[in-house]
């Protein structure tokens, strides 16, 4: 079982930035599609961005396209999160999480991950 550790997070105006670290510890995760997802309160957990295996690949909300970007350096094991332009309702716990099975394609279903984070939060004020 793999753990990952999020951090980053923090208090931001509207229109700031942040940048989003995962480190993941246990095993290497070089062959697992890796997500984050986020969640306000009151609301479900959503799908924020993913990053297939090899990082050749990577998917986005429609909510945050153009202004999240993520990225993967497997040889220090970790993934991150990019974040710029943020709005009010970017808010919410940030969780970065592992997929349950190597070299399948990325998903955006939390069901296909099977490792995640603390979370690490997030506020953007207007």
């Known amino acids: 079982q793999v753990q990952l550790v999020e951090s980053g997070g923090g208090l931001v105006q509207a229109g700031g930035s942040l940048r989003l670290s995962c480190a993941a510890s246990g095993r290497t995760v070089s062959s697992y599609g890796m997500g984050w997802f986020r969640q306000a309160p009151g609301k479900e957990r959503e799908f924020v961005a993913r990053i297939s295996w090899r990082g050749i690949s990577t998917y986005y909300a429609d909510s945050v396209k153009g202004r999240f970007t993520i990225s993967r350096d497997d040889a220090k094991n970790t993934v991150a999160l990019e974040m710029i332009s943020l709005k009010p309702e970017d808010t919410g716990v940030y969780y970065c999480?592992?997929?349950?099975?190597?070299?399948?394609?990325?998903?955006?279903?939390?069901?296909?991950?099977?490792?995640w984070g603390q979370g690490t939060q997030v506020t953007v004020s207007s």
């Open positions: 999480a592992a997929q349950r099975d190597r070299y399948t394609a990325s998903s955006g279903n939390t069901g296909d991950y099977g490792s």
